[in-house]
């Protein structure tokens, strides 16, 4: 559905997309999820009635819906389906349900249109293999949320007095658990990114290094937390070579400059940032919001 050059139509999952979602089908593959057959076209605000009313819209009357309307639709003009289907390859809305993709822009790399039936269908597994890997990203943040946490509320002057055993802190005993060195490894594998690199065909080599760099960060902050207990000092992210090498392959020097001179809550910033730039190379932010001009924006995500 397209109004001039603005599609008004989202393309929606009949099962939904991810658990706790509106009729979710856990005995689906990633494959038939986001299969044609399982996507159906509707308005943004029949979108939100169909999924806040599960009971009456179950999947065989979507299904129903879906069919009786292929049916009844009439033949559209070569031009008019060309300059749709031009449309959909520059910006497809597909809001569906409970993240992922979802609520995003799916840019040309991502769709595959097919202007003889006047429909487009997404490639399903370049969507299934960034899905999976936002996953990974999403697990990976709540694997390692105590090293977030810590940077974000303690200066590095009071996390060195803790290891140099000059002052007590409540805040950093929740973190003793890394002072095993498997600790940070234990969290990777568990996270997934073990075998996250089996969908590194189906993703770009940029949107994989990102993905690498993430993981990276939060392995090797880790890494640094456990060495702290180890030497009974400081071993900071901030000053650290390699980590500051991870971050300046992806982000720009004045974003990194910026992530590192904040007192509070700089590795949430920087990886944030890298988020963004994950989520713009999946074609899921605009470039220009990620960065703004003198100073650090994150874009929508």
């Known amino acids: ?27 689906q593959s990633p494959e038939e999820r986001h299969a044609f057959a399982n996507l159906i076209l509707m308005c943004p605000t029949h979108h939100t009635v169909v999924d806040d009313d599960e009971e009456s819209y179950p999947v065989d009357r ?17 031009g008019e389906a060309d300059r749709v289907a031009e449309v959909y390859i520059q910006n497809v809305s597909t809001i ?19 202007t003889t039936h006047g429909a487009g269908e997404i490639s399903s597994r370049q ?9 990974v990203v999403r697990s990976l943040a709540r694997e390692f949320s105590m090293v977030i946490f810590i940077d974000s509320i303690l200066l590095p002057q009071e996390m060195d007095d803790y ?15 890394y002072e095993n ?7 990777l594998a568990r996270a997934g990114a073990n075998d996250a690199d089996k969908e590194r065909p189906f993703v770009s080599p940029r949107l994989w290094s990102i993905f690498f760099i993430i993981q990276g960060m939060y392995g090797r902050s880790a890494l640094l937390l456990g060495n702290s207990f180890k030497d009974r000092r400081l071993k900071h992210w901030r000053d650290d070579h390699g980590c500051d090498q991870l971050l300046r392959s992806v982000l720009p020097a004045h974003a990194v400059d910026h992530a590192k001179g904040l007192s509070f809550n ?18 899921m932010n605009s470039r220009r919001d990620v960065f703004a001009l003198g100073g650090v924006r994150h874009g929508d995500n």
């Not at 559905?1 to 005995?27: F, Y």
């Not at 969507?127 to 996953?135: D, F, N, Q």
């Open 163 to 177: 290891f140099k055993g000059v002052d007590s802190n409540a805040f950093m005993n929740s973190a003793l658990e």
């Open 181 to 187: 060195p498997k600790a940070p490894f234990d969290k």
């Open 1 to 27: 559905m397209a109004i001039d050059e603005t599609l008004v139509g989202e393309v929606c999952h009949i099962k939904g997309a991810k658990p706790g979602s509106a009729r979710h089908d856990p005995a």
């Open 62 to 78: 979507l299904v129903r819906l879906k069919r009786d309307h292929e049916e009844q639709a009439k033949p559209v003009a070569d």
């Open 96 to 114: 569906g349900q409970s993240g992922g993709l979802s609520a995003h822009t799916v840019h040309a790399n991502n769709i595959t249109v097919q």
């Open 266 to 283: 700089g590795l949430r910033t920087a990886i944030d940032m890298l988020e963004s730039q994950f989520l713009t190379e999946a074609g």
């Open 127 to 135: 969507m299934v293999a960034i899905e999976r890997l936002w996953e």
